[in-house]
T-cell receptor, first 112, second 111 residues
Framework: DTAVSQTPKYLVTQMGNDKSIKCEQNLGHDTMYWYKQDSKKFLKIMFSYNNKELIINETVPNRFSPKSPDKAHLNLHINSLELGDSAVYFC???????????FGQGTRLTVV | EDQVTQSPEALRLQEGESSSLNCSYTVSGLRGLFWYRQDPGKGPEFLFTLYSAGEEKEKERLKATLTKKESFLHITAPKPEDSATYLCAVRSMEYGNKLVFGAGTILRVKS
């Protein structure tokens, strides 16, 4: 299936831990994103990569570090997790930096 | 000031009762307005892209229209399976082409 896939779907962890979320797209798109959806369901962009190059970096704590090993992958590493990091994180991709974005199924992160 | 505002926040319809959802935007240099559908526990599903005022797109019971200040998502004779959160997003030169989302409209269609 052609899609944007991210793992894991659920992640429960303790405060202070470090965790990673992986994302892969097989749509052949040039641009990938990380979005955060908070408890009010508001989707906000965190990062955007175009051909492995960071092009959007919103005001996100330095504890969040994206990494794009190649055009089809964009991973998100989070250090020293805090309670407020609990949210659903979505990976997405688009054909170019201006096209419609296609989203993965989300990773629900719960920090306890 | 919010760049993208959706109304109403929630909408309950009877099956077959047509209605419209609104998305108003204040950005300049619009580079695209996008509609998505999101079901509980899933990622947003792309529906339409509109680029210029006067443009319309249709898919089954949904029709999206665009003016210089807002977009409407018209739902004709909705069915219970149309129940979802509908999200609107814009890309603009003003905000570096990033996709900025509204808060969404939760639609419930009762049979």
């Amino acid at each position: 299936d052609t899609a944007v896939s991210q793992t894991p779907k659920y992640l429960v962890t303790q405060m202070g831990n470090d965790k990673s979320i992986k994302c892969e797209q097989n749509l052949g798109h040039d641009t990938m994103y990380w979005y955060k959806q908070d408890s009010k369901k508001f989707l906000k962009i965190m990062f955007s990569y175009n051909n492995k190059e960071l092009i959007i970096n919103e005001t996100v704590p330095n504890r969040f570090s994206p990494k794009s090993p190649d055009k089809a992958h964009l991973n998100l590493h989070i250090n020293s997790l805090e309670l407020g990091d609990s949210a659903v994180y979505f990976c997405a991709s688009s054909p170019t930096s201006r096209g419609e974005a296609f989203f993965g199924q989300g990773t629900r992160l719960t920090v306890v | 000031e919010d760049q993208v505002t959706q109304s109403p926040e929630a909408l309950r319809l009877q099956e077959g009762e047509s209605s419209s959802l609104n998305c108003s935007y204040t950005v300049s240099g619009l580079r695209g307005l996008f509609w998505y559908r999101q079901d509980p526990g899933k990622g947003p599903e792309f529906l339409f892209t509109l680029y210029s005022a006067g443009e319309e797109k249709e898919k089954e019971r949904l029709k999206a229209t665009l003016t210089k200040k807002e977009s409407f998502l018209h739902i004709t004779a909705p069915k219970p399976e149309d129940s979802a959160t509908y999200l609107c997003a814009v890309r603009s030169m003003e905000y570096g082409n990033k996709l900025v989302f509204g808060a969404g409209t939760i639609l419930r269609v009762k049979s």
